[in-house]
Every structure is written in structure tokens, then in C-alpha cells.
């Protein structure tokens, strides 16, 4: 009776953190600017004290502070539109990764100074893309009109797409899973689980592109490929925990365990989403002089 009623709490816990967290995104999507400029904010933050605190069980050492100032400046030149500046920062970043165990740093070097690099890039640079896609704007292009604002309908898709992939891959896993589907890093995911995820990303995807104005084709391919990442962003947490012997990356959500618990699969999606539509649905040159340089 005592563990049928803990199951109970925590699910209760679960859902009424999801519910709350649900809502917070929605919000700060719609709203855009400097709500969602901190919420994405305090997610990297997080995130990246619980990055941090997981590599210690390794015995890594990556510096929080180098990886902070990536994750500071890295939205205060998308939040300006200072997009050709992201590079120098990224090079910034990689010294002083190096810088912070030149001076003061401590054993296994290489190693500290690879994790600093990744964290920058994993907790700071790809889900700083979910600003990025709020603000695509197709408006002058001659190409494609998508309402919501465009950048909101591109993040509505986006974030639909990544839930029901959850939503999808949980639920077929658990009526139908038997193959697994990476065993060594996430036994109870399986291949079942992640075709019906990507079934019902697929689902949700075409329903939002209706209401953005996008075409049919475009939907389907962009939850094809975002589904994918977000699998793959969840099996690569999944990874760094089983490899530090964590369970969870923190405590911070009830119910959910960490912000990269409950964060993980938006890591790889926005940026795949972010560069899909980008390049493929508003900036199409793109694509073309890609296929001129390679014929």
C-alpha cells in the first residue's frame, strides 16, 4: 500500500510540474522577448550546474565559469542579432576552456579542458536556439507566408513535435516495446517505442503546420527530423548519467528529476529545427547554391 500511494505522489508531482512547466514555455513563447530570453536563460544556468556536478562523479573538472559566460554571451548577441559574433565566442570560449586549466587547473587536463569545450556548446550553444527560431521571420522573402508571427509558429511546431515524441515514444514502448533500442545506455527504450514516438511526432506536426499556414510536405519532413534529434538528444543524456553513474541529473523538478532530465530532448531539436526551417523553408538559396557548389 506504501509504494502504490509513493507511486501516486510522485505522479501526482509529475504531472502538476509538467502542467506548470507546460504553461511557463507557452507563455514565454508567445510573449517572445525578454521572458523567453530568461527562461532560456535560467534552463542553461541549470542545466549547466547539473552538467557540471554529473562530470565530478567521473572525476572531470570542467569550469563553470567559462562555460557561464558562453551561456551570457551567447544570448546577449542573439537577443542584440549579433549573429556573425557567435563564432568569436565560440573560439573565446575554447581558450579560455584552455586558459582555466593552464593556471589553476587540476588532473586529467585534457580531459577538463574537452568537457568545458562540450558543456559550452552542449548547455549554452544548442538550446539557445529556441530564441533563435522565435526570431525567423519568412515576411519580404516571396517564398512562404506562415502566420503566427513565423518564428512562433516554427516554435509551436517544434515544441508540439518534441512532446508527443515523448508522449508517443512512451506509450508504444510500453504497449508494444520488445527490441531495444540502444541497450547499453537506455535498456527500457525501444524500437517500437521510437517508431510510435516518431508516428505521433509525425501526427502533431501536420495538425500545427495546418494551423501556421506551412505546407503538408515541410511538416512532415521537419517532425521526421526533429523527432529524430529529440530521441537522440534523450540517448545522449541518457549516456553522460550512465557513464557518471548518476540516475537523474538533480532534484530541482518534482517528478521530473533535473532540468536536463526534463530538457534533454529540446538540446538537439532546436538547432535541427532551428537550421531546417532556416535554410529550407524561408532561406531556400541556400539549399540551391549548395547543390551548385557539389554539380
Not at 569545450?117 to 517564398?143: E, K, T, W
Not at 548518476?246 to 534533454?264: Q, Y
Request: charged share 15%; hydrophobic share 50%; net charge positive.
Amino acid at each position: 500500500m506504501k509504494i502504490i500511494l509513493e507511486k501516486l505522489n510522485k505522479n501526482k508531482k509529475r504531472v502538476v510540474t509538467g502542467t506548470v512547466l507546460g504553461l511557463l514555455v507557452l507563455f514565454c513563447a508567445v510573449t517572445g522577448g525578454i521572458p523567453l530570453l530568461i527562461l532560456v536563460s535560467l534552463v542553461c544556468f541549470f542545466g549547466t550546474k547539473e552538467y557540471v556536478e554529473i562530470l565530478k562523479h567521473k572525476g572531470f573538472l570542467p569550469s563553470l565559469n567559462v562555460i557561464l559566460f558562453n551561456e551570457a554571451a551567447f544570448i546577449a548577441l542573439i537577443a542584440l542579432k549579433k549573429y556573425d559574433a557567435i563564432l568569436f565566442i565560440i573560439t573565446l570560449g575554447t581558450i579560455l576552456a584552455f586558459c582555466s586549466v593552464l593556471f589553476k587547473g587540476k588532473q586529467p587536463y585534457i580531459a577538463n579542458v574537452a568537457t568545458t569545450v562540450l558543456g559550452a556548446i552542449y548547455c549554452a550553444f544548442m538550446p539557445v536556439h529556441f530564441i533563435l527560431i522565435r526570431q525567423l521571420n519568412s515576411d519580404g522573402m516571396g517564398l512562404l507566408r506562415v502566420v503566427f508571427n513565423d518564428g512562433l509558429g516554427f516554435l509551436m511546431l517544434t515544441f508540439f513535435v518534441v512532446i508527443f515524441t515523448d508522449i508517443g515514444a512512451y506509450y508504444f514502448g510500453s504497449k508494444f516495446g520488445k527490441r531495444p533500442l540502444a541497450p547499453v545506455v537506455s535498456p527500457k527504450k525501444t524500437i517500437e517505442g521510437s517508431i510510435g514516438g516518431t508516428f505521433t511526432a509525425i501526427l502533431a506536426g501536420i495538425i500545427i503546420g495546418l494551423f501556421i499556414n506551412l505546407p503538408w510536405y515541410h511538416s512532415f519532413i521537419a517532425s521526421i527530423i526533429i523527432s529524430t534529434a529529440a530521441q537522440l538528444g534523450d540517448l545522449s543524456e541518457s549516456l553522460i548519467k550512465r557513464d557518471a553513474g548518476v540516475k537523474d541529473s538533480g532534484n530541482t523538478l518534482p517528478g521530473h528529476g533535473g532540468f536536463m532530465d526534463r530538457c534533454d530532448s529540446f538540446v538537439f531539436a532546436a538547432p535541427i529545427a532551428y537550421y531546417y526551417f532556416k535554410f529550407l523553408v524561408i532561406d531556400k538559396h541556400y539549399l540551391f547554391d549548395l547543390i551548385k557548389i557539389f554539380h
